[in-house]
């Protein structure tokens, strides 16, 4: 087996992306270093579920945890990750600003066909 593809191991990576909940811990994480507890409380969320979400995260490299004391601290492996979530809301809100126009020439259309 020769190595992976880039577009493959990018592929990889956007589904290992693919969860709400893993999308929403890295969107929290972006202010910085949260303690599970935290994590919980802003995601309401089973503990089991969440636990499940950030061990994929943690295996995948994306977050580090580190133990402080009897609590758990999750944090993002690098700067980029959070660089990635602020494009992914950029490039969001240009698709449905563009939805939004679209809309509004098919309201019109609708209003002149009258």
Do not use: C, W
């Amino acid at each position: 087996m020769g190595p992976v593809p880039l577009y493959q191991a990018k592929a990889e990576f956007f589904r290992m992306l693919g969860h709400p909940v893993r999308i929403r811990v890295l969107e929290l994480l972006q202010n910085g270093p949260m303690p599970v507890r935290d994590l919980l409380a802003a995601i309401e969320i089973e503990p089991s579920s969440l636990s499940q979400q950030l061990a994929v995260l943690r295996r995948s490299g994306i977050v580090t945890s580190a133990r402080d004391g009897s609590t758990v601290v999750y944090q993002l492996a690098g700067g980029d990750v959070a660089d990635l979530m602020r494009a992914a809301r950029r490039i969001l809100t240009e698709m449905l600003a563009g939805q939004h126009e679209l809309l509004e020439e098919l309201r019109e259309a609708e209003a002149s066909a009258q």
